[in-house]
């Protein structure tokens, strides 16, 4: 058995260590934005476990330069486990149309490198829905799921959609097998290794989690295998 944070952020080098220490053996670490997208990849290189993920958060989509796009595809060809993330549409937010272009050229790259997606979506699921129909085959992990019983039942019938949680609500509809657990640090819960105790909390058995984990990151990268810890015990 294994821990796992599915949702985490750039954190100091010595809290990722902590966590490290404490347990915790890996980590999705999210960009939300370019100027910290190669922050994420270098922090992949210095603690293993990690899983680097680049992406344009809703929030940050005002802070683009013209040429993210191709920043963001050179990235991607040069390293193979990149994912993609965090992306997505938050409906508190303004200009959820050019949110939502951003989010479509992000669902082609991700197609094109066939990587997986890290997805934040807030009060705008159905457009979200709406947009990712036309992506079927993209891996999906939509992060601290708040969307309605009927939506998390639409996609849950994408075959590569799983659902990383944070409180107990969504739990009550989600597939046991499509829930992983996350931190959303230093947000969230500021920390990685309190995953362990929340999943405590929530009742969630980490066998299950790990199984759900494995499956995820071998549908994702399936060229990479799975870290040899993830067949210990
Ligand atoms: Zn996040």
Not at 199 to 224: H, V
Request: aromatic share 12%; charged share 20%.
């Amino acid at each position: 058995m294994f821990y796992f944070d599915a949702h985490c952020h750039i954190l100091p080098l010595k809290q990722m260590e902590r966590s490290v220490t404490g347990g915790v053996s890996y980590f999705i670490c999210n960009a939300t934005k370019p100027d910290d997208w190669q922050s994420v990849i270098d922090l992949a290189q210095q603690v293993e476990g990690v899983y680097p993920c680049i992406g344009v958060h809703p929030w940050f989509i005002d802070e683009l330069s013209g040429d993210w796009m191709i920043q963001m595809q050179l990235l991607l060809e040069k390293y193979p486990s990149l994912m993609i993330g965090e992306i997505g549409l938050d409906g508190t937010r303004p200009h959820l149309t050019k949110q939502a272009e951003i989010f479509e050229t992000c669902l082609k790259l991700a197609r094109q490198y066939k990587r997986a997606v890290h997805i934040h979506g807030y009060k705008a699921w159905v457009n979200i829905l709406n947009i990712l129909v036309c992506f079927p085959d993209i891996s999906c992990l939509f992060h601290r799921f708040s969307g309605s019983e009927v939506q998390a039942r639409y996609l849950s019938k994408m075959v590569n959609a799983y659902f990383s949680v944070m409180t107990s609500k969504p739990l009550r509809y989600l597939p046991a097998d499509r829930v992983l657990i996350e931190s959303d640090s230093p947000d969230g819960l500021h920390k990685p290794i309190r995953v362990i105790e929340l999943a405590e909390r929530l009742g969630l058995n980490w066998e299950q989690l790990d199984y759900n984990f494995c499956s995820f990151i071998g549908r994702t990268m399936p060229f990479k295998g799975l870290p040899p810890q993830m067949n210990k015990g």
